[in-house]
């Protein structure tokens, strides 16, 4: 909302600056997201009409005019503008004048012709950041009106009000507030007076409108509205329509309660408040057409909708210079109603923004009455016969009459504000806060305005004590019991461990964002059918990703794209499925490029291929993980199942090259998909202990010529059924083929394993070791059907 | 004999100062102290002397041999000091180093780290939530009304079953408070969604840290004691508090903390996190839900405070654009 300091102080006594208004609200919960001075205030700054213009004689582009300025004598003025025609208001800087910038104006020769002032544009003054040519006045401003009765200086403040204070929707109700944290004396700018209506002659069809008020006006005159009611209108952002259209916003930012004025000669038969029916439409104020269905309100009449409730009138009805009779309405809707309306039709306003957040039926008539002054001195408009209607049973219209609003008890208890706070709050400063705000003392308790519908239950009222007490008043402490640690703490701890192992392996991570397009929810790495949302944003964002790895894979074609020659990206986060578990973590990683920097010691460098995937996963993972060949489809040219201590976690592989480079990635490009849940809903490994060997070691190497189909995993195998006792590990040392068949026949390739033999109670004799690699030697030929080369 | 070994001496030293290299000096060695050297060669002759000569030429001989020996190291010391300063000789240390290939945990991940460190050693523990969940967790439970704005599918990402992406981790007090009778302390770090365009500062997509303590005597001091400790502890003893009164449909009071700190950039009031007091409302909502009365509001209170890892990592590296986040971008994350 934007606020005027000068209307605030009309209403409260607070005559300090606007910096310690926005102190005070910041503090009481109202932000202030700005302080905006207005208007203009500058000596010998004057409204002046142009009687003639004529070309400068030494300077193409400047004239020379002829102004007057309401002092008599009619003074030349040189002028750079085009904007203006001879017998337009503009404003004059006279000879003396000081400008922002600290620019003065003095008499003075330009290109030879002497100039006595200066005619200005508005940025010249200050009234705008940017403008062109003068700034043109309205045509029966007076010659000689000092700029500051034309643009009367004020401060706007922005104030954000949170939504469970409606009631400091406007300038008494900010006021009110104001007088209640610094205690000065306050005055509304209205007092009611008891009413007498045709009770209930009005039809509300509708529980959603409990009030609805209208009062007829007679003589209405149209026009615009005095300076001061425009002049303050438009300084707080309204544009002046005309002097009824700006009463009934005038009552608006006063007091809170919107109003609609009906031009009564064009509405046909009495108004009611009934739902729209399916189909009905309505060309509104803004000359825009609204389509209605039957959870809008609306105003009608006997031809149909006039106004659509709450938001906006019907531009049919609206007030024009040739009305002469008004209705004015004055109503109360509930706030859900006039927000779904908003909503579904695009369409929010001042009196929409305001009902949605709740209007106090208490101030109806009251806001009601203020107009009919106020169209009185503007309008000469002679206020007629109130009539009232009332949907549901919520509203005693009588007591409203009367003046009679209800209240709501709200017990309190000293020892809660103590408990909830952590510092007791003497009575006589409960009692004065709260009686400042408008509550009064009852029993036990408190009786509370029905404007503060906010204001319910005790807490809520500790809540009101706190706020203006200010939480310096209670101080802080450092106190908490022990709790235990939870099954999220393990996970998260275990998470963070396999981070740091995944950094030691040089890899980054990545967190990107959980919804992704629906060509990141397909592919090898996709195991699950995915989830979507109903009402994405984009189409850049529609599914819940299944999987990690197709967002990391967009992530290497952008690296690469940027240069970045070693890529090693992982991501550790949630991934989502519609079978299963519906929300699991995963682990994704992707490498491609050089698997080092070269540098200037050596410049060789190597590629990363599926065996750096599968050296990073098991140093990540931990415990046992095993590979197994898995047929490859789809963008993988080579893939293999990842086991994590004998259970199926992932799948890693190595993409086609033509798959790599539609990601703009040359060469390798190797990427894994992990789940992650089995290793962390597991019990933390606790490591045991395993005897340092005592006696030495004995390697002993095996060089076999195998057919090239012949997996290495088949020979570990083979040789660990042996389960020959002494042998304690194998290592292959090298893989070697040869194309010209010299050194090993084409068609076959060379393994060499070192095998280590090892027995904890005693140093082996060569003879022992030579028999047990002797018998896997022949187990190996036998069994694999290979040579052993010696 | 003594006068041959007294010239061996002579001519020993003199061979051994002139070795130039290691070598040479280990040829020396063999060929005088090893087997079927020159002085070896003495000390066998030995045995051939009469019993008056043999302690004289033993004693000569052996203080020739300790000092061919002495030479000898002397000099091996020399040559080894001489060839491994050559090892070293032009060697231009200005050249760049060159390091084992190292990565990095991302720097919302860092910061995420340090809160939870911090946490910790205040005594919370962590808890966890999914991030699709029921409007009931998300709003319902939260005492927000139905016809709350918030609840829109223009700022609410919905999945056709009716249930959404969360909007806050708030969802995790309802989820904790479901399962666990108080004391309950946790905080709760994950991502929350809104339906918002991105920009440089916005994204639909956020990562927040949720607190919440609930026993009894919860004070709004201890609420303020706990995040006043918990952010110097993050930004440094100069950071000064400002508890400025808020809305929250699920805290009453509410309040919404702005910070001034160094590590904050200094000089201006920055909103940093949402706080205040657990409303009755709240307990009363999952009460029913538990079925049983396990949270007393006349028995129980409690906090509960919620703040954005992204802005804060931003500010406090200095990061321009929130999208840097979740490119994956290595140059980026190198930087960390």
Known sequence: ?790 | MESQIQSLQTKALEAIASCIDESQLEAQRVGLLGKGGELTGFSDRMRELSKEEKPRIGKVLNEVRAAVTAALETRKAALTAEREAKIFEGVDVTLPGVSFPAGAIHPITQLLDRTVRIFRRMGFALADGPDIETEWHCFDALNTPADHPARNEADTFYLPDGRLLRTHTSTIQIRTLEKMAPPVRIIAPGAAYRRDEVDATHLAQFNQMEGLYVDEDVTLGDLRGTLEFFFRELFGNDAEFRFRPHFFPFTEPSFEVDIKASALGGGRWLEIAGCGMVDPAVFEAVNARRGDHALDPERHTGFAFGFGLDRLAMIMSGVPDIRHFTDSDQRFLSQF
Not at chain 1, 138 to 144: L, Q
Request: hydrophobic fraction near 40%; charge should be negative; aromatic fraction near 4%.
């Open chain 1, 1 to 790: 909302m934007k606020a005027s300091l000068n209307w605030l102080r009309e209403i409260v006594d607070f005559q300090e600056d606007a910096n310690a208004l926005a102190a005070l609200l910041t503090m009481a919960g109202v932000e202030v997201e700005g302080i905006h001075p207005t208007g203009a205030s500058f000596d010998k700054v004057v409204a002046a009409q142009i009687l003639s213009s004529e070309q400068h004689p030494n300077a193409d582009r400047l004239s020379v005019c002829k102004v007057d300025d309401g002092s008599g004598a009619p003074l030349q003025i040189v002028c750079g503008a085009k904007n203006y025609k001879v017998g337009d208001k503009v404003l004059l800087a006279q000879a003396g004048a000081v400008l922002p910038g600290d620019f003065k104006i003095k008499v003075g020769k330009l290109r030879g012709v002497e100039s006595e002032g200066m005619m200005c544009g508005a940025d010249e003054l200050g009234l705008a950041k940017e403008s062109e040519g003068l700034l043109l006045l309205d045509p029966a401003t007076v010659p000689g009106t000092p700029i500051s009765r034309l643009f009367p200086s004020d401060t706007v403040l922005d104030l954000e009000v949170t939504p469970n204070r409606p009631d400091l929707l406007s300038h008494e109700g900010m006021a009110r507030e104001v007088a209640a944290l610094t205690g000065r004396a306050w005055k509304p700018a209205s007092v009611f007076q008891t009413e007498t209506a045709t009770e209930n002659s009005l039809s509300v069809g509708a529980r959603e409108c409990p009030l609805y008020t209208v009062r007829q006006f007679t003589g209405v005159k149209v026009g615009p509205s005095p300076d001061w009611m425009k002049q303050r209108l438009e300084t707080i952002g309204l544009r002046s329509i005309n002097n009824v259209v700006d009463t009934t916003n005038w009552v608006l930012m006063e007091s809170g309660q919107p109003l609609h004025a009906f031009d009564a000669d064009k509405l046909q038969g009495p108004l009611r408040v009934r739902f729209a029916a399916e189909g009905e439409s309505l060309v509104a104020l803004d000359g825009k057409t609204y389509k209605l269905c039957s959870k809008d309100l609306v105003i009608a009449d006997d031809s149909g909708p006039v106004a659509i409730a709450g938001v906006m009138g019907g531009l049919s009805t609206a007030v024009t210079e040739s009305t002469e009779r008004v209705s004015l309405e004055s109503a109360v809707f509930e706030p859900g109603c006039i927000r779904r309306t908003s909503r579904s039709l695009g369409l929010s306003s001042d009196s929409s923004y305001r009902f949605e957040r709740g209007v106090d039926r208490a101030g109806v008539l009251r806001a009601s009455q203020r107009a009919a002054e106020l169209l009185g001195q503007v309008a000469g408009a002679t206020a007629g016969g109130l009539q009232t209607g009332v949907g549901g049973d919520g509203v005693d219209i009588g007591a409203l009459l009367m003046g009679l609003t209800p209240v709501r008890h709200v017990p309190l208890r000293a020892e809660r504000i103590t408990a909830l706070l952590g510092a007791s709050v003497p009575d006589a400063r409960v009692d004065q806060i709260l009686s400042a705000l408008g509550l009064s003392r009852s029993e036990d308790g408190w009786d509370v305005p029905s404007r503060r519908a906010d204001l319910t239950r005790e807490v809520d009222l500790i809540e009101e004590i706190a706020r203006v007490v200010g939480i310096a008043h209670f101080p802080a402490s450092n106190r908490g019991r022990f709790v235990g640690s939870s099954a999220a703490d393990q996970r998260y701890d275990r998470l963070m461990v396999l981070r740091q192992a995944a950094v030691a392996q040089g890899l980054f991570e990545g967190r990107s964002l959980t919804l992704v397009s629906e060509s990141m929810a397909e592919g090898p790495f996709v195991q699950t059918p995915v989830r979507r949302v109903k009402n994405p944003l984009n189409e850049d964002q529609v599914v819940l990703r299944p999987a990690l790895v197709p967002g990391l894979l967009q992530a290497a074609g952008r690296n690469a794209r940027a240069g970045v020659k070693g890529i090693r990206l992982f991501e550790v986060g949630r991934v989502f499925s519609a079978e299963g578990a519906e929300e699991r973590t995963h682990l994704g990683v992707v490498l491609a490029g050089p698997a080092w920097t070269p540098s200037w010691r050596s410049a060789s460098v190597q590629e990363v291929d599926l065996f750096d995937l599968k050296g990073v996963l098991s140093a990540v993972l931990g415990g046992r993980v095993e590979f197994q060949t898995q047929p490859a489809s789809g963008i993988l040219g080579l893939a293999v199942e990842v086991h994590l201590n004998g259970e199926r976690v992932g799948v890693a592989g190595v993409l086609r090259p033509s798959e790599a480079r539609t990601l703009d990635v040359p060469g390798n490009l190797m990427a894994a998909e992990i789940t992650l849940d089995g290793l962390l809903s597991g019990k933390p490994e606790q490591a045991v202990y395993t005897e340092l060997p005592r006696f030495p070691a004995v390697t002993r190497d095996m060089a076999l010529i195998a057919p090239c189909g012949l997996a290495h995993g088949r020979v570990v195998e083979v040789l660990e059924s042996a389960k020959e006792e002494l042998l304690q590990s194998v290592a292959l040392f090298d893989v070697f083929t040869d194309a010209t068949g010299e050194r090993v026949p084409v068609g076959s390739k060379s393994l060499g394993y070192s095998l280590t033999y090892r027995a904890s109670d005693r140093t082996l004799t060569a003879d022992e070791v030579n028999a047990a690699h002797g018998r896997l030697k022949q187990r190996v030929t036998a069994e694999l059907g290979v040579l052993a080369r010696e």
